[in-house]
């Protein structure tokens, strides 16, 4: 998911029709299955004519994953002595005392080979997610100013989610050049995918589109938002649906071909970041899901000392710190994780999708930004995406104030971002096992007050001084849910199957030991799908 996404969006496909509003979510209109007190007619048009649908991989793609993969191996095997050498050092096995000893054991942290199989494990079961903005394209003169990607009009009328190419083909977004892309310099130099045919680099025909990456970021930090820097609705992907079509790399490559890839000297390059180009060698850092050990240095090394601002203070942390931070997010109890700021929730790594992301297969669940949609006309049209699709839908805090476009300049006061709910109502709808103990009556009752309770001060206009941190407390208890740690849900399918975990009443909530951070507790639950994990149309 490059981080300098310069491309803008058209609305709809080849032009044909135009759909205009305001700044706000709330001034969408679309159908609201859920009240009967309000009043939405559907103005989304339809997709008309739809684009071809590409198979699930190309010819292209199985090239490059075959060797991406293979060379994952060798890369990542020649990569252990050296990780270990590294958790080994008295400098990591002190800072990990000094930051971790409330939930990571002592024989963990003084064990490197224990530590790299941790992470190993935990890396196997993050959250594959994609984040794009629910709000629909404003056009003025003709010209988009939306950042480039879907938005909820597209995407809850696709067969699939379509790549940023794909979306210039069908003229959803502007025509960019391919040779001032750090997207097609990462995906051809790094992913050694075919080169573009058309003018100026760019796709000369619908399969060369296809062809290309849908980006994902790796979750490991449990940012409840999933990449929020990238927009109000997060896609997260069933790793079963894209293990064998996924390439990873230590962070955002457009990232680093901005600022590090000398070879392309027509890119932009990225101001106030103080990145340490040293420590990752492009094209020799690309992993698969399986296979990635060699991701974890170049990860740690390559955020040395990066500015996060203008007026931000440069922080020379150094790896080991840097490791520290890293565990601290993915490991701790999830009410009691390290708060971070918009530098950390960068530090993801990329994870990229060789292929067509087809719904409703390849998700896992939707989350949605409860401040910016939350009790909205948009909120409404991404429950009614998730239930004929049968996703379960979850609400999370993050930023806690309304977000229009791009969250990334929100992102500058350091905060948990560890807060989710269920969506009850979408919930009784999906194939969930356990679905109606888990929203019984009362909660989904009082889940629908709060929904319109937040729907009325939209209308009145009094969204910007709503506290939502407050606002996000009324929602029921028991509808909170965190993310699948490493060891969860084992009992229940795994994770593969299931799409959170929530603490139940009598729980205090902070497992202080392993087994119960592992879930295995009566006071832990999975909240898991069925037999299938979606329910087809």
């Known amino acids: 998911m490059p981080f300098c996404n310069t491309y803008t969006q058209g609305v709809l496909w080849a032009g044909v029709f135009h759909l205009v509003v305001g700044e706000n979510p709330e001034n969408v209109q679309v159908h609201n299955p859920h009240s009967e007190n309000q009043s939405f007619q559907t ?28 060379t994952a191996k060798y890369h990542s095997s020649i990569a252990e002595a050296a990780v270990k050498e590294f958790l080994a050092s008295s400098e990591v096995q002190e800072e990990l005392t000094r930051c971790c000893s409330d939930f990571l054991p002592q024989p963990m942290r003084t064990n490197a080979g224990a530590l790299l199989q941790r992470l190993r494990d935990e890396m196997k079961v993050v959250e594959l997610v994609h984040n794009f903005n629910a709000k629909v394209d404003v056009q003025v003169n003709g010209t988009s100013h939306s950042p480039g990607d879907v938005n909820l009009t597209i995407a809850a009328q696709a067969d699939y989610l379509y790549n940023v190419w794909e979306l210039q083909v069908m003229g959803y977004m502007h025509n960019s050049g391919g040779d001032t892309s750090p997207e097609d310099s990462a995906e051809t130099g790094m992913f050694g995918l075919p080169e573009f045919t058309g003018a100026n680099n760019t796709p000369a025909t619908w399969k060369e589109a296809t062809d290309r990456v849908t980006y994902m970021a790796v979750n490991s930090r449990r940012i409840d938002m999933g990449n929020a820097i990238f927009g109000d609705i997060s896609v997260v992907f069933s790793r079963r649906a894209v293990r064998n079509m996924t390439l990873m790399a230590p962070a955002d490559t457009g990232l680093w071909e901005m600022s590090c890839n ?80 918009r530098t950390e929730v960068l530090k993801y790594w990329e994870a990229n999708i060789l292929g067509a992301a087809k719904f409703p297969d390849t998700v896992q669940f939707i989350i949605g930004h409860f401040p910016t949609l939350f009790g909205s006309a948009l909120g409404d049209a991404l429950r009614e995406w998730c239930e004929r699709r049968g996703w379960v839908l979850v609400w999370a ?120 951070r592992l879930g295995r507790t009566p006071s832990r639950q999975c909240v898991c799908y069925g037999d299938s994990p979606n329910v087809d149309e």
């Open 43 to 70: 103005t989304l048009p339809p997709i008309l004519p739809p684009p071809p649908l590409p198979p699930r991989t190309t010819a292209a793609q199985d090239l490059a994953i075959e060797h991406g993969m293979s």
């Open 262 to 341: 000398s070879s392309w000297p027509r890119l932009p390059r990225v101001e106030g970041r103080a990145l340490n180009c040293s420590g990752w060698s492009g094209a020799l850092a690309i992993a698969s899901l399986e296979d990635f050990d060699h991701l974890f240095l170049p990860a740690l090394r390559f955020w040395n000392g990066t500015l996060v601002g203008a007026n931000q203070t440069a922080r020379h942390t150094g790896p080991v710190v840097e490791l520290a931070n890293f565990v601290q997010r993915m490991m701790a109890p999830w009410d009691h994780v390290l708060s971070v700021e």
């Open 397 to 516: 805090l993050g930023v806690p104030r309304p977000v229009h476009g791009s969250m990334d300049d929100h992102w500058t006061t350091p905060l948990p971002y560890n807060r989710r709910v269920l969506d009850a109502v979408v919930l009784r709808r999906v194939a969930v096992v356990n679905a109606t103990e888990i929203a019984s009556e009362s909660a989904v009752d009082a889940f629908s007050q709060q929904w319109e309770e937040v729907s009325r001060t939209r209308a009145a206009g009094s969204a910007p001084q709503v506290n939502w941190t407050h606002a996000f407390a009324k929602l029921p208890p028991v509808l909170a849910v965190e993310p699948i740690t490493a060891g969860d849900c084992a009992e229940v399918g795994g994770p593969d199957q299931c799409v959170g975990v929530r603490t139940l009443p009598g729980g205090d909530g902070h497992r202080a030991s392993t087994e119960q």
